[in-house]
T-cell receptor, first 112, second 112 residues
Framework: DSGVTQTPKHLITATGQRVTLRCSPR?????VYWYQQSLDQGLQFLIH???????AKGNILERFSAQQFPDLHSELNLSSLELGDSALYFC???????????FGPGTRLTVL | QQPVQSPQAVILREGEDAVINCSSS?????VHWYRQKHGEAPVFLMI?????EQKGHEKISASFNEKKQQSSLYLTASQLSYSGTYFCGTVHSGGSNYKLTFGKGTLLTVNP
């Protein structure tokens, strides 16, 4: 158990819909990273938040957005969903000693 | 830029050794190694920092050649539990723009 929690574990929705994925980092960790993992693209970095502020963006679509709240939990919002958005979405919190990342169990999103 | 991992896949018998390589076209700040078992989240194995410092948790060693922008992960006397997909993640700068870019992974299978 990494100490990072993600909900929901599975999400099945239809094209055009909007969903919100939630992540709580390990106690004491200020950074949250979001990743998308699909069979053809591998693990893709989406976005990084540190203590409520956006720090870095990766291959995140304009239809996707994220935020980190004062209690440090983070939400990833995916809108106008397409079939190609079906993937595993991981969040990770970053340790402050060595910058290692601890991954949550992931949310498996299926868009039908 | 996504780092390049080699080999893409390797099959071992228990007790054999393996080396997984990771190379980048850009100067590296640090290299992370993770293992992911099917259906699970990636798990941190080791981080290698510029200047040669290494931090790891398991009986796995790695090297980091800053000049060649390469890292290698050494798995010795492999065990069945070593099976999984190994990802290297590269970081090109520290500070607030810290982001991890993962390679496509190396699938390691250890057979009895």
């Amino acid at each position: 158990d990494s100490g990072v929690t993600q909900t929901p574990k599975h999400l099945i929705t239809a094209t055009g819909q909007r969903v919100t994925l939630r992540c709580s980092p390990r106690s004491g960790d200020l950074s949250v990273y979001w990743y998308q993992q699909s069979l053809d693209q591998g693990l893709q970095f989406l976005i990084h938040y540190y203590n409520g502020e956006e720090r870095a963006k990766g291959n995140i679509l304009e239809r996707f957005s994220a935020q980190q709240f004062p209690d440090l939990h983070s939400e990833l919002n995916l809108s106008s969903l397409e079939l190609g958005d079906s993937a595993l979405y991981f969040c990770a919190s970053q340790g402050q000693n060595y910058n290692e990342q601890f991954f949550g169990p992931g949310t498996r999103l299926t868009v039908l | 830029q996504q780092p390049v991992q080699s080999p893409q896949a390797v099959i071992l018998r228990e007790g054999e050794d393996a080396v997984i390589n990771c190379s980048s076209s850009k100067a590296l700040y640090s290299v992370h190694w993770y293992r992911q078992k099917h259906g699970e989240a990636p798990v941190f194995l080791m981080i290698l920092l510029k200047g040669g410092e290494q931090k790891g948790h398991e009986k796995i060693s790695a090297s980091f050649n800053e000049k060649k922008q390469q890292s290698s992960l050494y798995l010795t006397a492999s065990q069945l539990s070593y099976s999984g997909t190994y990802f290297c993640g590269t970081v090109h700068s520290g500070g607030s723009n810290y982001k991890l870019t993962f390679g496509k992974g190396t699938l390691l299978t250890v057979n009895p």
